[in-house]
């Protein structure tokens, strides 16, 4: 590559080094300035330039081949998740730029940072429904923070630089850039700079004190306060405050799915899982505590249950990056707006030591009832056939909390996210919001690049599995060593217990005729295992965890097994049935 | 009214002159199946700042979650939102009716002068009206004007400025003074 050294002068008369080269190049130099490790991507026609600009720096970018773009986006989340980094993803234009969508829509509504660059036709073609031309810049604007279409190298570096302070400044998000094929080959005076502000962007909104002062006055005086803690604290970095705040107050917590890790799952003061499929205590008593704290979350529907039933006795008190968040679903007599780190800091300056005993005693009493109706049979069932929870129990005692679950959607991920223990932030990767099926393999993989020296396991139900299987090849051909469970129960299980429990048992499409998994992984070259029988399970697992590589093991569990407690659609949090 | 019944609203943006971002705007009322009754984009009193101006029929709850929705955009530097009471709001309308109308006495001109309207053109086969002025003004004239024959009639969407001495201009030149 010969590069051509210049000066140009800027409007203030500055002096800055430029290089002559073209788009492509550009792109690639500032994927290095961004600390850009790891990219995922499928090539194609449109984004040839790019891809030949990696060529020459593969020893600084490692370009992750996946075997199908929406596989590619994933994994950039699932190594976002981990890294708290802009996943980055890249694909050509037309089909490749729309099998992105579905990740891109993942990535805005559980707010994972995402940069994704596509190619596109050449500038002088647009419009022109050229061969592989789709606007992907009107189709992805619903499901991305930000995007825009390069169609002059001279745009690059500042549209790019705004692209990785967009995706993850304030509430972070997915941003796609389109590149026109014409300015990747374009030769321009490349100089970069990283992007600091945006004058009409406020990634964290100013913090009012006066709002802090009367949330912690509120906290003060509150007698069954309860704590919803959400992402927010990890996107914030905000474990560590967020444990003070929650040791110093004594109040009990509980978790969104997106929320859990933050806090180790054994803290004496978790109490546990929010919403549909969440634990018994958290849900009752929302309608039961003077003062609800919401940190980081935005009361989806699945954590609220009906809206006119939910925490009606509180007093509401919202610590919230996003404006738009604030009444969205649940009114806030205390909106407290700013990034949780800086907000739960000012907090705990104000907020008295304090315990709540005989009110945590209620959550525990919760809890007994849970452990007696729904827990014990799930983790030591007296059934012939295994249960998703006795597999989870089996990997808590090896990980002892350290391993980072990366779950797919569905029953399994109920179960996941139940009953694994976590003592690192951080750790529990799951498609929240979108809960998209597919997502877990290939988050998998991301999550393992992202954190090489962790456990990462994926657990993922037989559905699931199907939609994204072809990753297998991705991990064979990265050696990356991600551990693969399948909870098989031959059905689309959680669309399963809806139809017995609301349709009439009329199992429409649910029951899948399945392959044999072992021959197709083998055809993967990553080792495998099935388990039927519990004298082998605990051995089987042990083998899994301690195989120095990739490694699949399928565990045949019950086929009509449910996920309980649970919250009725339509019903209020604290109509939770236990069976 | 309250906060659930429907009435109208005007909803004004001070934005960045970006291309799509009147798409990205556009979408956040798809998404919700409200309806969008007119919508314009123009020029604003500050320098490269461009303005929406959008009037809407909803209920104040779902217009403030909108708005909300509307400032979270990149490009957005404030949007805010106004009950007709608190806004002074015209839409303009041009009328083409056949010049012949002219000929059959003074009629039309008595009518354009009545609702203080005035003729923009006069051409050969027909002539163009306008008038600037409340929805209900525009449609009075065009009640008015059907006996003759009116062969285009278009109307404007609704441009607006708040009933306050500077409105959520002010915290536009904050933000720009900033920067």
């Known amino acids: 590559m010969k590069i051509m050294e210049s000066q140009i002068v800027t409007k203030q008369n500055k002096k800055i080094n430029t290089e002559f080269i073209n788009g492509a190049e550009a792109v690639v130099k500032i994927l290095i300035e961004e600390q850009v490790e790891v990219a995922f991507g499928y090539p194609g026609g449109a984004i040839m330039p790019i891809y030949d600009a990696l060529y020459d720096e593969q020893d600084r970018i490692q370009h992750v081949l996946a075997r199908h773009e929406q ?41 994972t940072p995402l940069v994704c660059i596509t190619g596109q036709v050449p500038s002088s073609l647009l419009g022109s429904d050229a061969f592989q031309e789709t606007d992907v810049i009107g189709i992805s604007m619903p499901v991305t923070k930000w995007n825009y279409q390069i169609t002059d190298a001279n745009e690059i570096p500042e549209v790019l630089a705004k692209a990785f302070y967009i995706a993850r400044s304030g509430r972070p998000g997915p941003v796609l850039i389109d590149i026109t094929k014409d300015a990747q080959f374009q030769k321009f005076d490349y100089s970069y700079t990283c992007f600091k502000k945006i004058r009409s962007y406020v990634p964290k909104p100013e913090i009012d004190l006066s709002s802090i002062e009367k949330a912690a006055s509120a906290i003060n005086n509150a007698k069954r306060p309860l704590i919803l803690f959400g992402q927010g ?21 509980a978790w969104t799915i997106l929320g859990l890790s933050a806090l180790d799952t054994d803290h004496p003061l978790n109490v546990g899982m929010l919403g549909m499929h969440g634990n018994y205590g958290p849900n009752l008593l929302t309608n039961e505590c003077d003062i609800l704290i919401a940190i980081g979350m935005r009361f989806d529907d699945r954590v609220t249950g009906n809206l006119s039933k939910y925490a009606k006795q509180a007093k509401v008190i919202h610590l919230e990056i996003d404006p738009a968040e604030i009444n969205k679903n649940v009114k806030a007599d205390i909106p407290v707006l700013g990034d949780a780190k800086e907000t739960i800091s000012h907090l705990l300056k104000l907020v008295k030591l304090n315990s709540h005993e005989k009110w945590l ?33 089996i990997i808590n005692k090896h990980t002892q909390g350290d391993a980072i679950i990366v779950s797919d959607v569905g029953q399994h991920q109920m179960v996941a996210c139940r009953y694994s223990k976590f003592s690192k932030s951080k750790s529990n990767i799951t498609s929240g919001g979108l809960g998209t099926m597919g997502f877990g393999l290939p988050a998998a993989l991301g999550a393992k690049l ?21 990753e297998l090849a991705t991990i064979y051909q990265t050696k990356a060593k991600v551990k693969i469970l399948l909870l098989n129960n031959e059905f689309l299980g959680m669309v399963r217990q809806w139809q017995q429990l609301f349709f009439e ?25 099935k388990v039927t029988e519990r004298d082998k399970l605990e051995k089987s697992i042990e083998e899994f965890l301690n195989f120095d590589g990739a490694y699949f093991l399928e565990v045949m569990v019950g086929k009509e097994n449910n996920v309980f407690p649970m919250v009725p659609s339509g019903a209020g949090v604290s109509e939770i049935r236990l069976e | ?30 998404k919700r199946k409200v309806n969008i009754e007119s919508i314009t984009a123009s020029e604003s009193e500050k320098d490269g700042i461009h303005r929406f101006t959008i009037a809407v029929t ?42 012949k109308s002219l000929t059959n006495g003074i009629e039309v001109e008595r009518i354009v002068r009545q609702h203080n309207a005035r003729f923009l053109t006069i051409e050969k086969g027909f002539l163009v009206i306008e008038k600037a002025g409340f929805r209900r003004e525009t449609k009075a004239l065009f009640d008015d004007l ?21 409105g959520i201009g002010e915290y536009v030149e904050q933000i720009l003074s900033k920067s």
């Open chain 1, 233 to 253: 604290v990890i996107l914030a970095n905000a474990e560590k405050e967020f444990k003070n705040l929650v040791e110093k107050t004594g109040i009990p917590s």
């Open chain 2, 58 to 99: 909803e209920t104040e709850e779902a217009v403030e979650k909108i708005v909300k929705q509307i400032e979270k955009q990149i490009e957005v530097l404030k949007a805010d939102y106004y009950k007709n009471k608190e806004v002074v709001q015209q839409e303009v309308a041009l009328y083409k009716i056949p010049s």
């Open chain 2, 146 to 166: 059907i006996p003759f024959g009116i062969n285009e009639f278009v109307r404007s969407g609704r441009i607006a400025v708040s009933r306050e001495e500077h």
């Open chain 1, 505 to 529: 048992k009329r199992y429409s499409s649910t029951e899948m005729i399945n392959p044999d998994f072992q021959t197709i992984v083998k055809g993967y070259y990553i080792p495998t295992k």
């Open chain 2, 1 to 30: 009214m309250t906060r659930m019944q429907k009435e109208e609203f005007t909803i004004t943006a001070y934005t960045e002159n970006h291309v799509g971002l009147l798409h990205r705007i556009t979408i956040i009322f798809t």
């Open chain 1, 71 to 111: 596989g590619a986006i994933h994994a950039a989340q699932g190594f976002a998740r981990v890294t708290t980094k802009p996943g980055v993803c890249l694909a050509t234009s037309g089909p490749g730029a729309t099998n992105l969508i579905t990740g891109l829509a993942d990535a805005q509504i559980d707010s």
């Open chain 1, 361 to 393: 005693q209620r959550f525990i009493d919760c809890a007994k009832i849970e452990r007696e109706k729904v827990i014990d049979k799930e983790l030591n069932p007296d059934s012939e056939t295994l249960s998703m929870g006795e597999v989870i129990n």
């Open chain 1, 450 to 470: 992202g954190a090489p020296d962790r456990t990462v396991i994926a657990v993922i139900g037989d559905g699931g599995f199907q939609m994204t299987i072809q």
